[in-house]
């Protein structure tokens, strides 16, 4: 079923995780809806139309949801999906405070956490949730998606995709788009474990969940998104299994920062203390970078420009703290949405722009990339 002679590739989306630093790529993800529009010289146009595949870990998770919400207004001619890439910059700016620095728990002289070692209250990022995905179920996005989550219950890794391949798996499990969301942002010791269960058809029986932020082993999901695409069949492309060839993916991360915590020259008489601060930091960043290298050296290995149908974009290195003694452009803390920071997120999303319009080593610049995208032309859901 796969056309090796035609020009269609498979357009993915991949998200990270990073709490409220989620603005950045909803920045970036506004700037490409406007050159889609631009480019399609089409107004309506959507991120939904030019994305085949859209794969998100915690916030990123989150952001990839809102994109695919299916548009139920009766509307012939208006846009294919509910909200534009505003609104979901929009749900960081308006509600991050709420979200975080409002539900904030009080501790008193660190009691507390001996008894709960989660820092935010979940009621409000729950209400938003509900308010914005109501009772749609996962299944009801409009292209397939893939969201990470770790089900503590049976400790496995967990990948719930809104198009399941399988008819019967698709069955069992249904699950609510404002449940999936809420599990892949359970980010241990932000918020608890989400605690869902599914709603299959009969006669297949309801099972519990409980779930973690997906970062805990996905917090790059790119490589996750080559490997699930591999077994999709993307019926409106007339692409079945596609190969690294046939794919174009773009990964956006969320300007990790560099961990300044302790001097890393002591390492060897550091306690248990200063290990359990940095290893969390260690082994995030570290898989984020690793799964670029690896997917990086995938598509150099097609020849050719094929190298450039992949696409890292993330915020400079000098903005994060990396190779200078400046002080990074924003907080590190992911959960820090007090006005100031949320101003500099979003200056940061601008330099990231910027900096992925302006690309070394031979890539094609981000507007040149989105070009590409709108070149194969829309893909609607049917």
Not at 5 to 26: C, E, F, M, Y
Not at 34 to 52: G, H, L, M, P, T
Not at 320 to 340: C, H, I, N, Q, W
Not at 345 to 358: C, F, Q, S, V
Request: hydrophobic share 35%; proline share 5%; glycine share 6%.
């Amino acid at each position: 079923m796969s056309n090796e002679k035609s020009n269609k590739k498979v357009r993915i989306l991949s998200l990270d995780g990073g709490g409220i630093r989620g603005i950045i790529p909803a920045m970036v993800m506004v700037h490409i809806e406007e050159k889609i529009q631009e480019f399609s010289k089409n107004k309506n146009a959507r991120i939904s139309d030019y994305f085949d595949m859209v794969v998100g870990t915690s916030t990123g998770g989150i952001l990839g949801c809102m994109y695919l919400l299916p548009n139920n207004k009766n509307e012939p001619d208006g846009p294919s999906s509910m909200y534009p890439a505003t609104k979901a910059l929009k749900l960081y700016e308006k509600h991050g405070y709420s979200i975080f620095n409002d539900s904030k728990r009080r501790s008193f002289f660190g009691i507390r956490q001996l008894f709960n070692a989660t820092d935010y209250n979940p009621k409000q990022i729950e209400f938003l949730f509900k308010k914005y995905f109501k009772e749609l179920y996962f299944h009801d996005l409009m292209k397939p998606c893939i969201i990470t989550t770790f089900n503590l219950k049976d400790q496995s890794t967990v990948f719930f995709n809104s198009h399941e391949q399988n008819e019967e798996k698709a069955k069992k499990r249904r699950y609510l788009l404002r449940d999936v969301a809420r599990s892949t942002s359970a980010a241990p010791t932000y918020f608890p474990p989400a605690k869902i269960e599914n709603y299959p058809e009969h006669p297949y029986k309801k099972l519990k969940m409980v779930n973690l932020d997906g970062g805990v082993f996905a917090n790059n999901p790119a490589m996750c998104a080559y490997a699930e695409a591999r077994t999709t069949d993307f019926k409106e492309l007339k692409i079945e299994n596609p190969k690294a060839s046939e794919m174009m993916i773009l990964s956006l991360g969320t300007g990790a920062q560099k961990d300044n915590s302790e001097n890393k020259s002591s390492a060897n008489n550091w306690g248990v203390i200063s290990w359990a601060k940095s290893i969390p930091t260690i082994m995030m960043d570290g898989a984020q970078d690793t799964v670029n290298y690896q997917l990086r050296l995938l598509f150099e290995t097609l020849g050719d420009d094929m190298h450039k149908n992949y696409k890292r974009i993330d915020v400079p290195g000098e903005l994060r703290g990396f190779d200078t003694d400046v002080t990074p452009l924003y907080e590190k803390d992911m959960a820090d949405a007090s006005p100031e920071n949320i101003a500099n997120l979003k200056e940061a999303g601008r330099r990231t722009i910027e900096a992925a319009n302006a690309p070394s080593n031979g890539e094609w610049s981000l507007d040149h990339w989105i070009e590409k995208l709108v070149e194969i032309g829309p893909t609607y859901a049917k």
